[in-house]
């Protein structure tokens, strides 16, 4: 045989191992996945005018009916193409959508109404966790359900108060509705990780020695985690402005732009996780910072590719994860690892979504009559029909409840198997119902809102301009340095006008200060014909 021949049998034999070493199981997988991702992209434009549906109830449906053509085509064996994992979801799937989120949303109406949108996502979500907590606790034992403990009580209560931020940006529209959007999307970012903050406290606790500080270590430690994920964030987005301001990469190559904005804000998202933080509000503040300046620093050809780049990554991944959370609820394996009847099945998941109810209806009403009753100026009150769509559409669940549900399920004892898997399946049933409840959210808003809507009334547009703001400082006040007339006091127009105030103070620091040294709107980037992008700044905002 000729060295020829030998090599030849050598490489042939080094490919079969490769082959080998890819499954077969995970390539018809992906095969399958990446086939419904096709489907769902074209079956959605095709239903994009339909006011009844959208990508992400596509994408569930479409994956619970490859699951049971699986579940078929193995004789009911198993439908298990893809095994749901927690380090897939939280590190791959849900930081694109958390960033993309945070880089398109519009800023001034989302601190316009960051401190509605902190109540809700922290007391709402506190008062949503106990209500659940003690309604399980109370309504579990007589349906039968006997063998879970104090922990796996609160850490339902934890699970069930997470917000499915992926489907509320699927049902709701941040032009038609900004002041719903910027609220009940801002609320389920804080509200996420509110929710991972108390199920992760849960878990740490030592419930053999229970005392009256655990209240304020709770407290304790969720303000910690905000505030340090949050400057975690801000920090992340800040050198990015200006490694790129200062190095103007553009001038050789706006790849390295574009690749840069991506790793450092996935840089950021791991990082709050090394450090044990909040991931989701790292990279969301990430997101809302580059887009205020490091996505101005950049040349416009970069600018156009991140704004796609992003919400085309953004997309698929909300894509996958209802393919994904549609095809696991066929999993046949979970349903026979529980020997629970029809009916308990029935029982313990109507229980769950009659919780959801309630938990969301006990903060959403009382925190938003709260805020009418604080706030002075007329026609700035959240009408009652406002208030029940920002019910209506805060209760479905998603992949986050999944994930946590498997976290804290799917490890128990052999004694304990047949409820936690009983536990895992009645989540995934409260998931699925949930978000069919949410996909007539479309419908409700257009019924309820808008057909009842003022025409010349616009959410958007009732922040003044800074030329507006700048002349409230000059009325009834002390006379003014330059003797131009009587300036007014800032602590009386923070006090009067504190969203007004706020936002002019904001906006001088940040251009005598800020926007000097990390760029942003104004800055030229020295490449020819280059623009300045001022003219986008009022778009994104």
């Not at 596509?58 to 298990?80: F, P, Q, R, W």
């Not at 009847?341 to 009659?354: D, E, M």
Request: charged residues 15%; aromatic residues 12%.
């Amino acid at each position: 045989m000729s060295t020829i021949e030998i090599e030849t049998m050598s490489h042939l034999s080094t490919l079969q191992s490769s082959s080998d070493f890819l499954s077969t199981t995970t390539i018809i997988a992906l095969t399958i996945f990446f086939s419904l991702l096709c489907a769902c992209i074209i079956i959605g434009h095709l239903l994009e005018e339909n006011r009844w549906a959208n990508e992400s109830i596509t994408a569930l449906l479409l994956g619970l009916c490859a699951g049971a053509v699986v579940l078929l085509a193995s004789k009911g064996n198993s439908s298990k193409i893809l095994v749901f994992s927690e380090d897939l979801f939280f590190l791959y799937l849900l930081p694109p959508i958390i960033f993309n989120a945070g880089f398109q949303v519009k800023k001034k109406q989302f601190f316009k109404n960051f401190t509605i949108i902190l109540m809700f996502g922290i007391f709402g979500t506190v008062i949503s966790f106990c209500l659940i907590s003690v309604g399980a606790f109370l309504l579990f034992n007589r349906i039968g359900v006997t063998s879970l403990n104090t922990q796996d009580y609160l850490a339902v209560g934890a699970i069930l108060s997470a917000t499915d931020t992926v489907c509320t940006l699927q049902v709701l529209s941040q032009d038609e509705t900004p002041f719903l959007y910027s609220v009940i999307f801002g609320e389920g970012v804080v509200n996420d990780a509110t929710s991972i903050v108390l199920f992760n406290a849960v878990q740490s606790l030592d419930f053999n020695n229970i005392d009256a500080m655990i209240s304020l270590k709770l407290l304790g430690t969720f303000l910690y985690l905000f505030f340090t994920s949050t400057i975690l964030g801000v920090v992340a987005g800040l050198l990015s402005a200006f490694i790129i301001k200062t190095l103007y990469f553009g001038r050789h190559s706006t790849d390295r732009e574009v690749a840069l904005m991506m790793i450092m804000a996935y840089l950021s998202y791991m990082l709050a996780e090394l450090l044990n933080l909040s991931g989701i509000l790292t990279v969301f503040f990430c997101g809302i910072v580059m887009s205020h300046y490091t996505w101005h620093n950049v040349t416009q050809s970069s600018r156009i590719t991140t704004k796609h780049a992003f919400a085309t990554m953004s997309f698929i991944a909300e894509t996958f994860i209802f393919l994904y959370v549609g095809m696991d609820a066929l999993d046949i394996d979970k349903w026979k690892a529980s020997s629970a009847s029809a009916g308990t099945f029935i029982a313990v998941s109507s229980t769950l979504f009659a919780l959801v109810l309630v938990g969301r209806a006990a903060f959403v009403y009382p925190l938003a009559n709260f805020i009418n009753c604080i706030r002075k100026r007329d026609g700035s009150n959240i009408a009652f029909r406002k208030q029940f769509i920002m019910w209506w559409a805060g209760l479905m669940r998603g992949a986050v409840t999944i994930a946590l549900s498997y976290n804290q399920f799917s490890n128990s004892d052999d004694e304990d198997t047949q409820d936690s898997a009983l536990m895992i399946t009645s989540t995934i049933i409260v998931v699925l119902f949930s978000t069919v409840f949410g996909s007539i959210t479309k419908p409700l808003i257009e019924a309820v809102l808008l057909r009842h809507a003022k025409p010349n009334v616009s959410d958007a547009t009732d922040i003044p301009s800074l030329d507006d703001l700048r002349l409230m400082f000059i009325e009834n006040g002390e006379p003014s340095d330059m003797g131009a007339g009587p300036r007014r006091s800032s602590l009386r127009l923070l006090l009067t006008h504190p969203t007004w105030t706020v936002h002019y103070l904001w906006r001088k620091f940040d251009d005598r200060f800020m926007r000097p040294v990390f760029g942003g709107r104004g800055f030229v980037p020295f490449v020819p014909g280059s623009p300045t992008g001022a003219s986008d700044e009022a778009s994104r905002t």
